[in-house]
């Protein structure tokens, strides 16, 4: 943003900004500057980092995880192949995005968490922030303006929500806030009753929590500043604009005069409002989908994930199938799995597709039973059901990693060879049972490889004997 801005204190009323400056220390210090935060953009910002360092950051906070994943998985993602994994997604999303869902996920939790805004407007803020966030962000990239600051002035323009309750009480927020639900008529009515509006008790928390002076400003100023009129700087301009648009969808009120003024201040045309607008529903319909992030988060949380797919590891899968086997005693099948040629995929096209088909495998290999990367291109799979439906189900396999990658004619054919032994019929235990269903693995590769070979009947050697 512009290296100054207009004196946003000018118009403040003494006795309500003292009022709000008592009831800061309520709310505590913003978790951006807190623990998994500073780790995730302390990598981020460093050139030199691994993204081995970056992921083990990431994976410190399962709920970052969670998140990221989703955000690589989003609409706004151009991938073919959706990320399995942290290591997928963080090859995906790149550094400078990273950067902001990091601080998108704290600043989304913390206001989640935070009790404000007035009763009758509480549990709102969240989603609001993110989109304005991505929306100003979107405004400022698209105008060449600071779009990092933006973004975060974005996430935290309506902060003085939290403060004027504890200033004031639940009762007069709730009044406001039933009278005039938001926008500048919501700002008129709180400097009326309160001597002071959300946007400038805000900027007194930014000021104390030692945020930029432009972000300070851009909270200030989101509703046009005291006398409505003033914008300071184009980036402040942007979160003006992403303000406007993030009302106008969730009530169709929207400051016309304010639009326009954000509009020629940022140096944008009114064709931008589309897709403005895209980007504000695209957060909501980002987070509404709570129930698979907490499954993904607690997915992440354990360690017994393969860091890259995301299923079992080889030793939480062997622990697991131990158990059925030899525990159990289920009756099922083993799959044993490699993907064809993968050292000729890698050379050919790069890690990073040969990553994404390991994902791809793993996913398809999921969905019929528990499955494992036992390491490199080598899958095991455990299916309690009979041998001839296995055989069907990787049959089925071969089909549909085909199919995965049909309309993608620049990456590679990929194909499968797999190995079948079924429990008990070929072995109770499980060492045993992995050394058949690989003998038979071998025979799909020697038999030309994109095929499957099941283990033969161990009966006729049984009578024999």
């Known amino acids: 943003m512009d290296g100054t801005h207009e004196d946003w204190t000018t118009e403040?009323?003494?006795?309500a900004a003292a009022r709000c400056e008592a009831a800061l220390h309520d709310l505590g210090r913003l978790p951006v500057f807190d623990g998994t935060v500073q780790r995730i953009l302390a990598v981020v910002d460093d050139p030199d980092a691994t993204n081995d360092q970056l992921i083990a950051a990431l994976e410190c906070d399962a709920t970052f995880a969670a998140n990221?994943?989703?955000?690589?998985?989003?609409?706004?993602?151009?991938?073919?192949i959706r990320a399995r994994s942290i290591r997928q997604a963080v090859m995906f999303v790149g550094r400078d995005a990273l950067r902001r869902l990091t601080l998108e996920t704290a600043t989304y939790r913390f206001l989640e968490r935070s009790r404000g805004n007035g009763r009758a407007a509480y549990g709102q803020m969240h989603l609001h922030a993110l989109s304005v966030a991505l929306s100003a962000a979107s405004?400022?990239?698209?105008?060449?303006?600071?779009?990092?600051?933006?973004?975060?002035?974005?996430?935290?323009?309506?902060?003085?929500?939290?403060?004027?309750?504890r200033a004031f009480g639940d009762e007069a927020l709730d009044a406001i806030a039933t009278a005039a639900p938001g926008g500048s008529r919501r700002v008129a009515l709180e400097r009326e009753e309160l001597g002071i509006d959300h946007a400038q008790a805000g900027a007194l928390l930014a000021r104390a929590w030692g945020m930029p002076d432009a972000v300070v400003a851009a909270i200030a100023w989101h509703h046009g500043g005291p006398a409505g009129d003033a914008c300071p700087s184009a980036e402040v301009a942007c979160v003006?604009?992403?303000?406007?648009?993030?009302?106008?969808l969730t009530s169709?009120?929207?400051?016309?005069?304010?639009?326009?003024?954000?509009?020629?201040?940022a140096e944008l045309h009114s064709d931008v409002l589309d897709d403005l607008a895209t980007q504000a529903a695209l957060a909501s319909a980002t987070l509404a989908d709570g129930g698979t992030a907490q499954?993904?988060?607690?997915?992440?949380?354990?360690?017994?994930?393969?860091?890259?797919?995301?299923i079992a590891n080889r030793r939480h899968w062997t622990r697991t199938v131990r158990d059925a086997l030899e525990t159990e005693h289920q009756a099922g099948c083993l799959l044993l799995v490699d993907v064809d040629r993968f050292k000729q995929v890698n050379d050919e096209h790069g890690h990073q597709v040969g990553d994404l088909v390991l994902g791809e495998v793993a996913h398809l290999l999921q969905g019929y039973g528990t499955a494992g990367r036992l390491?490199?291109?080598?899958?095991?799979?455990?299916?309690?059901?009979?041998?001839?439906?296995?055989?069907?189900?990787?049959?089925?396999?071969?089909?549909?990693?085909?199919?995965?990658?049909?309309d993608r004619p620049e990456l590679p054919a990929v194909g499968l060879s797999i190995g079948i032994a079924h429990a008990p019929t070929h072995a109770g235990l499980l060492d045993d049972l992995v050394g058949i269903a690989d003998a038979a693995l071998y025979d799909a590769k020697r038999a030309g490889r994109g095929r499957v070979a099941l283990a033969p009947d161990p009966e006729p050697l049984a009578q024999a004997a």
């Open 12 to 15: 403040l009323d003494d006795a």
């Open 252 to 265: 169709g009120d929207a400051d016309q005069s304010l639009l326009q003024r954000a509009l020629e201040r």
């Open 240 to 248: 003006q604009l992403a303000n406007v648009v993030a009302t106008m």
């Open 295 to 310: 499954r993904i988060a607690h997915l992440e949380r354990l360690a017994q994930r393969d860091d890259l797919t995301g």
């Open 68 to 80: 990221l994943l989703r955000f690589a998985n989003s609409a706004s993602r151009s991938h073919p």
């Open 375 to 406: 390491g490199g291109d080598e899958f095991a799979l455990w299916t309690p059901v009979p041998l001839a439906t296995a055989h069907a189900h990787a049959v089925e396999l071969l089909d549909r990693l085909a199919g995965a990658f049909a």
């Open 139 to 165: 405004a400022a990239d698209r105008a060449g303006h600071g779009g990092d600051l933006a973004h975060l002035a974005g996430l935290l323009h309506d902060v003085g929500k939290l403060v004027l309750p």
